[in-house]
């Protein structure tokens, strides 16, 4: 049984203690800072001298200055040294470091490697990855880097540390972006096949459509191109180039016009920029050479094909030969110019034949008779507008209706119109907007022609609602007359060829009668005043006519 230790006896022990570990801190600290070359460790078999035989004062303070930790073992795997570095690593004193195994901080699961590390560096430089516990249990790799050193007293083996956690963490990121990058490469390679399996699909698509086209393109009797949004065609069938006996490269682009007469080349290309500007259908007739030398007369006609975002992408035409119509059409006005007159005389005369029955004196007509009179009166007269109707429709083919031009008050003119409508159409209202003293460069015979036409077709198309609006008013440089019923109106396709030759509105609640030459003859009187007429109309609504003539 040892013996009670008296206080003071304790107070000694613990001051050499306290002395005794001034004095190893000490020791450590000259060791770290490189003021001391030697250690001297005490062990089972006494002191032990331990000596860095190649090492001076430099190279010991750039091992403490290293990012890396550093230890010197022993042939027994006892921490001979450690640089300050490696004791921050392990979250323990150096003071604590020195003196204890390496294999302390060693993790379980890499105890094995350990060992196998040890045994290969003392026979060679040897490194290899191991994971370590600091002094609070946590775990990190680390690469130890073995080489031995020779001392006074032996050899030692030096270890170098490196942490590997950021570098792990980084490899660890770079796995994840690899493994994503290599997803995505794999959807991409997906996207790409099934695109290529579109693109493949798509293509026999557009083969087969092309083929098609060019199939019926090629067997139908019209002559038929496409061109691109810029003007330049890129397609002729086989009727073109049967027609034209020209190859492929003399017509390409804008090479058609050279087989264009020469007087319809301005109308016809005018138009064809006209489209290829605003999209609106390309539609004009004009005469081509035949491979002979030989003029026909052709319709025109191209549309524009659009993608899904409205943009032009391809135009498709035809040109379909209207030359034996033309010669009919010739021959049907000369006949019609004709027979105007050969009617006109006969005309004429059972007109006069009729007043002066109607004005007979000596004796007393019969009662029963004078009726009959009256309406013989009014079968001609309406067979005598029809004649003058197709009258003016051959001098306006044939270029001769005539138009004594001269500056007129056109207000006052529509005034005496509008008293003579109240007459011939007693059951209707008509109700005017005049504005005075407009003057115009006109015939005033043919625009009173084209007003009472107006009021006629107003009259007619609105039997219901007696009320008709007659106005008139400057409109820029430009005076406007206008007609308003409100009758029928006219539907889209009704007014876009309201002003064609022979063209009549059909309605099953009206029976209208004439031949649909009244608004052409009408049209072309305008155009030789030059000035424009157009409608503007509701379906079910009613409609206004108007002419616009220049200012004088």
Known sequence: ???VKSYDELLREIQELQFQLEEANETINAIRTGQVDALIVKD???????????ADQTYRVFIEQMAEGAVTLNEDGIILYSNSRFALMMHLPLEKVIGLTLEYFVHDVSKDDFHALINAGWMAD?????ILNNADRQSKPYLLSCSTLELDEGTALSIILTDLSAQKENQYQLKLKNDLLEDARNHTEKLNNQLELTVRERTKELYASREHFKFLANNIPQMAWTNLPNGAVNFYNQQWYRYTGLPFEETKDWGWQAIVHPDDLDETTQKYITSLKTGVIFEVENRYKRNDGVYRWHLNRGIALRNEAGEITLWVGT??????QKRAMEKKDEFIGIASHELKTPLTSLKGYLQIIGSYKKE?????VKPYINKANEAVNKLHYLVNDLLDVSKINAG?????????????????CIESANHIYPLHNFTSHIEPHLLVNGNAERLEQVLMNFISNAVKYSRENKGIVISVSKKGPNVRTAVTDFGIGLSDTQKEKIFERFYRVEDKKFLSSGLGMGLYICSEIIKAHNGDIG???DFGKGSTFYFDLPLL
Do not use: W
Not at 319 to 324: G, L, M, N, P, R
């Open 1 to 3: 049984m040892n013996p």
């Open 44 to 54: 089972g078999g006494g002191h032990q001298l331990y000596t860095l035989k190649s």
């Open 126 to 130: 040897y490194k290899d990855e191991l």
């Open 319 to 324: 040109a379909t030969d209207i030359e034996d």
């Open 364 to 368: 007393p007509l019969p009662v029963a």
């Open 400 to 416: 001769r209706l005539e138009y004594r031009m001269s500056g007129l008050n056109i207000s006052d003119m529509i005034a005496s």
């Open 535 to 537: 409608v503007e109309s």
